[in-house]
Structures are given as C-alpha cells and as structure tokens.
C-alpha cells in the first residue's frame, strides 16, 4: 500500500511539472504520504473556496501535513502574510505597494501565482421584477457617497419606491477594492450605511432576506446560490452582458472580470511540505477552480505560472514600484 502511495505521489508532482515539461530531481524524490508539518494559508475570501478544495485534496494524499485556511480578507491576510506570520496569502486582486514595502522590511519575500479568472457579480432579491440590468453610473451612484439614493426609484422612476438595503464584503476585502476602483474611483467615497461582511455567505443570506436589497461578491457564490440571489446583468456602454463563465473568459464581461492570485512566502517554500501543495496547488487548479464554481485560465497561462514557481520568481508583476496598477490583460501582463 505505501508502494502504491509513493507511486501517486510522485505522479501528482510530476503532473504539476509536466505544464513545462520538467520537474526537479528534490520534487520527484518527495513522498507526500510520509510528508510532515503545517501550512499556513489566509486572506481572500473569494479564492477561500478554492484553496480550501484543494487543500482537501492534498490532505487524501499528504495525510500528515495540515493546511489551516482563514478568510480575513486580501487586506487581512496580506497584513499577516507581509509580516511573516503565514505562508501563503490568498488574493483577490494584487498586492499594492504599501504591502509589499512592509514585506521588504519585514525581509519577506514572495513569489506571486495566478490561478483563476472571476466575475464580480452584482446580485438582488429573486423577486426584484423591475432590476434586469443596470449600467456602470448607476452602480456608482448606489454605492458612492455622494449618490444619496435611498429608494430603488431613485435609481429609476420607473422602477418602485422600495428602500434600498446596500450589502458588501468588508473593506479588507480584495473584492471591496477592486469594486471601489471600479466604480467610484481609487479616490472615490463608498457610503458608509452598507451592511458588510468578511463571509460571502453572509452577503449572500442577507440578499436573499431583503426585497429591496443589492449586493455584490465572486461569482462561485453566485453560481452556488441562484436559487436564493438573482444576478443583474452589467451595462458598461455596449449593451447588459450577464454573468457566466463564457462571458468572463472572452472578457465580455467587463469592467468587473479580475484575475485571482495566491501568494507564497519565498522562505516557506523552501519547505518540503510547502512545495508540494503548491505543486499539487498547480497540478489540480484547473480541475477544482471549475469545480468550486470559477473560471480556469488558459493552458498557457497555467504553464507561465509554473514556470515562474518552479523558478521561485519573486515579485509582483500587476503592481508597478509607484504603486499603480499594471493594465491589461492576464494574458499580456503575465510573463
């Protein structure tokens, strides 16, 4: 049986290798079933579902290592990550500079590992008739603080005089960000009378509890819940375009199609333990990401990302020295 264990083990890591066609002789000697120790993963709760997968998975095969999973949000985990304290930082949007020069003072190095596409997706009661669509300034003006929308007829007067119930994910979360520069600007005010939560399943019930409720989080939680959250499509100047996986995967679901991230500390990878569940990590990603509700990436992309892992690069490369955001797409950024 231990025969057969080693067997399946050298096979997994191979298998994270074999996106470049090679693998180390120290990855191809590792038996996760003998494997010992503890890894330390936080931060994002929207890649949560997905490392918890495949944190599951590795735990049938490397029975011994424990992998511990926690959802303080991108901010959060990426304060504890910067610090030292944990090993892997899960990231809904990419590190900013702040972050990254409290690593280097903190002499923490870390090497940055795409591995999935997501879809913001902006949900209301599954009896909310009147909201099939809404475009980019009307999104801005529900959630920015100068808006003063109070009603969904202040949004439309067609629409009826309800009380809107505002739900977001907390302001540590990557999600919050990117949806705060994406509609009312990196300088931009969002209103303070929301209802915000670090838990997506919170948002999710508390949605689904309100007629006239709106809310917004990844599109697993959606995809998991359309019996209980109705989606609204997204107008951003070309016609309503609705969420699904064909759309965030062509990019017609934009502005609010984003890339998700892991982030491993340099020094732990340096682990047995944590080298191999990032290399079963990459080997099963696009298996599971489908599987818990988001989006692959490309073949190519998967490859470049294990390139750069194998190669132990360091840095960001969506994250300029200034600390402006690099544009473009996954595709021509990542190299």
Not at 65 to 93: L, M
Request: charged share 25%; with cysteine; net charge neutral.
């Amino acid at each position: 049986m231990n025969t057969m264990i080693r067997l399946a083990s050298i096979s997994l890591l191979a298998a994270a290798s074999a996106l470049i066609g090679a693998t180390t002789d120290q990855d191809a000697k590792v038996s996760l079933s003998t494997l010992k120790g503890a890894i330390k993963v936080d931060g994002s709760s929207t890649v949560y579902p997905i490392t918890e997968a495949i944190s599951e998975e590795f735990n049938k095969v490397a029975a011994k290592v424990r992998v511990t999973v926690g959802i303080s949000g991108t901010g959060g985990g990426f304060k504890r990550f910067c610090a030292g304290e944990i090993d892997v930082a899960d990231a809904s949007r990419p590190i900013k500079k702040a972050e990254f020069e409290l690593a280097t003072k903190a002499s923490v190095e870390y090497i940055e590992l795409p591995i999935a596409y997501d879809g913001l997706t902006i949900v209301v009661h599954p009896k909310n008739t009147w909201c099939n669509s809404l475009t980019l300034e009307q999104i801005k003006r529900i959630y920015s603080a100068a808006g003063s929308v109070k009603t969904w007829k202040d949004i439309n007067p067609e629409w009826p005089d309800k009380a809107l119930k505002v739900y977001s994910p907390g302001t540590d979360s990557g999600t919050f960000d990117y949806f705060k520069e994406t509609t009312v600007g990196k300088d931009g005010s969002i209103r303070s009378d929301m209802s915000v939560s670090e838990d997506d399943n919170v948002l999710v019930r508390g949605v689904a509890g309100d007629e006239g409720a709106i809310g917004f989080f990844g599109c697993a939680y959606y995809f998991e819940n359309k019996d209980k959250v109705k989606a609204v499509p997204i107008d951003a100047g070309k016609g309503p375009i609705a969420i699904s996986v064909e759309s965030i995967e062509s990019g017609a679901y934009a502005p609010f199609s984003r890339p998700l991230f892991i982030y491993i500390n340099k020094k732990s990878a340096e682990r047995a333990e944590v080298q191999a569940f990032i290399d079963f990590y990459l080997a099963n990603a696009g298996k599971l990401v489908s599987e818990v509700g988001f989006v692959k990436l490309p073949d190519a992309i998967y490859a470049k990302v294990t390139k750069n892992w194998l190669a132990r690069r360091p840095g960001t490369q969506f994250t300029k020295p200034t600390g402006e955001a690099v544009s473009g797409s996954l595709a021509n950024v990542y190299e």
